[in-house]
């Protein structure tokens, strides 16, 4: 099994060294569900449509859904020998251990995490596999192409794919191929996940950033591949976009606290807006009337940001940019600044990963 608790890495990373891939190497796509009855069928056929070509395999960690997720994927498992599901461990449908239980129960030297929103394009596993045996990283991955259908799910996906709503990351906004902090989901060599000890399941939230943290501490490379687009589904409810932001502030702030020298600007932003807003609307009510220009500035900027970003969209979807703008600042704003420490307790030690996959099956 692959362990609950990740491997110390050192501060100074040993030299990295790459095992040759086939073009047809095997590939196991792992993917943690919970709850996903309306995206796990549509997530699955373009997980196993692949122009690739070497052998593909689907290993679907099932949480405690309440709806029809796993009558569903058992279905298609019936269907498709190449499906096979395993129990995620955690009683919650955490995803890390959901993700460490499939890619203890997968069979191939190549690991293609994905999520049960996830689209994949026909050629994402051949490009992945083409740019690792290129480039020798330890972990390929692209964009995260946020794709709504109602006019707030579009809004909220101008806005995810904007550096007015999250920064410079090359995985939401695009760049220039090259070597990366994180990238969206991945594609790892086996070898690599099992040298770092897997998925940190203390992270419920960030923990992608915080393994490829540690891919990267032990001389591995993570790389930004820009033909890799992968279409998301963001939230489509104002409430479910401020819980999904609250909580990636107070994990954000976690890595932080594990990790020194992880903290940008681009990540303590929120939390100074946030501060600015709730001080200065304080001050003002309470009769300190320059303090307003503090709300005031930032409500101008993201109405005035807006404007520029709603280029194409449609009447309905721009008026809503501005709130999902501020949905998204100000909750990950409020989960960094409330994130308790308890979160980043450390769970003990396990013994390390071995990255020799199972024998594959007869057949």
Known sequence: MMPAAPRDVPDAAPARTSEELDPATGVSIVVCVLNEER????????????DHLGPLELVVALGPSRDRTDAIVGELATIDPRIRTVRNPDPRGATPAGL???????????????????????????????TMR????????????????????QAVARAMTSRLGVGNAS???????????????GVFRRAAIARVGGYDEAFLRAQDWEMNLRIRRTGGLVWFQPAL??????????????????HYGRWRRVVMRRHEGTATPRYLAPPLALVGVA??????LLGV????????????????????ESR?????????????????????????LTSPKRLAAVAPPAPPASASPPAPAAG
């Open 279 to 284: 001080a200065g609307t304080v001050l003002a």
């Open 100 to 130: 460490n239980a499939a890619v203890a129960q997968s069979r191939y030297p190549v690991i293609v995490r994905i999520d049960g929103h996830a689209l994949l394009p026909p050629h994402y596993v051949r490009t992945a596999v083409e």
């Open 229 to 246: 687009r992968v279409s998301y589904r963001p939230r489509s409810r104002v409430r479910d976009l401020g819980r999904q932001y609250f």
């Open 289 to 308: 009337w320059p303090a307003a220009v503090l709300p005031g500035g930032y409500l101008v900027a993201v109405v005035a940001g807006s404007l520029v």
């Open 39 to 50: 995206h796990v069928a549509d997530a699955v056929r373009h997980a196993l449509t692949q």
């Open 134 to 153: 290129r480039t020798g990283a330890d972990n390929v991955g692209g964009i995260m192409a946020a794709e709504g259908v109602t006019p707030f799910e």
């Open 312 to 336: 194409g969209l449609s009447p309905s979807a721009a008026l809503r940019l501005p709130l999902a703008l501020a949905t998204m600042h100000l909750s990950w704003g409020a989960g960094f």
């Open 171 to 185: 995985f939401h906004t695009g760049g220039e191929e090259g070597p990366a902090d994180t990238v969206y989901l």
